[in-house]
C-alpha cells in the first residue's frame, strides 16, 4: 500500500497541530466507518488484508497516542517485560535479542523508541493513514510529534553527560595540577631540609677545625717559653 517514494522524516506531520486525545473516540469510530467504505465488501481478498491491517495497528498503537505521559506509561510496560525476559534468557544461558537487553536505562529506551518509530511505527501507520484518510491522518501527527519527544530525551541526556564529562575532565586536571604543586612543594622542602642539614654539618665541622687549630696553638706557646 502506498508509494515507495514517501519520505519517513515527519515533515507534513510536524507542520499539523495535535488535536489532543478528545478527538480519540471519534476518529475510532471513523477508522471502522471508513475501513467499510475504503474496502470492496464483495472482495473477500480486501477484508482479509484490511482486518489484519487494523488488528496490528491496534497492537502497536502506543506511538500514535495523543498524550506522551501514556506513551510513556506503555513503553516502561513493555520495556519492564522485554528487561524481565532477557534477564530469565540469560539465567538460562540463552541468547538474548538485541532489543530487549539493556532497557534498565533511560536512554537507550529511547534510542531503541526512536529506531522503532523510525523503521516501524510511522511507515506502518502512514500507510493506515493513507489508506483510511482523512480521519486517520492524525495519526501520523501523533506518532511523530511522540517521536520528536523521545529525541528531545536523548538530546537533554546528552546535553547532561556532557556537561559531566567537562566537569569531570576541568576536576582532572586542577587535581592534577594541584597534584604536581604538591609534589613540588615537598621536593622543594626536602631539598631545603638537606640543604640546612649540609649547612648544619659544615657549621660543625668549621667548629671542630677551630677548636683544633686554638689547642695547637696553646700546645706550641707552652713548649716554647
Not at 498524550?67 to 520495556?79: E, K, Q
Not at 522485554?82 to 538485541?98: D, I, N, Y
Not at 506518532?143 to 547532561?160: G, S
Not at 631540609?193 to 683544633?212: P, R, Y
Request: proline residues 4%; contains cysteine.
Amino acid at each position: 500500500v502506498g508509494d515507495d517514494n514517501d519520505d519517513n522524516d515527519c515533515g507534513h506531520a510536524e507542520n499539523e497541530e495535535s488535536t489532543g486525545p478528545t478527538t480519540t473516540t471519534n476518529t475510532t469510530a471513523l477508522f471502522w466507518k471508513n475501513s467499510h467504505n475504503c474496502a470492496d465488501e464483495s472482495s473477500s481478498q480486501s477484508q482479509s488484508l484490511l482486518g489484519p491491517m487494523i488488528i496490528h495497528a491496534a497492537d502497536i498503537s502506543n506511538p500514535v497516542h495523543a498524550s506522551f505521559p501514556v506513551v510513556l506509561d506503555w513503553c516502561s510496560r513493555i520495556s519492564t517485560e522485554f528487561a524481565l525476559q532477557a534477564s530469565r534468557e540469560t539465567e538460562l544461558g540463552l541468547e538474548v535479542s538485541p532489543y530487549m537487553d539493556g532497557l534498565d536505562d533511560e536512554y537507550r529506551v529511547a534510542c531503541q523508541q526512536v529506531q522503532f518509530y523510525e523503521y516501524m511505527a510511522i511507515p506502518y501507520f502512514r500507510m493506515v493513514a493513507k489508506l483510511l484518510d482523512p480521519p486517520a491522518s492524525v495519526i501520523q501527527t501523533w506518532c511523530c510529534d511522540n517521536q520528536r519527544k523521545y529525541r528531545d530525551i536523548i538530546a537533554r541526556i546528552d546535553e547532561y553527560r556532557n556537561s559531566n564529562n567537562h566537569n569531570n575532565t576541568n576536576n582532572a586536571t586542577s587535581s592534577s595540577t594541584q597534584q604536581q604543586n604538591l609534589n613540588q612543594q615537598q621536593q622543594q622542602q626536602q631539598q631545603d631540609g638537606q640543604q640546612q642539614h649540609d649547612n648544619k654539618q659544615d657549621g660543625q665541622q668549621e667548629t671542630v677545625n677551630d677548636n683544633g687549630s686554638s689547642s695547637s696553638s696553646s700546645s706550641t706557646s707552652k713548649n716554647n717559653p
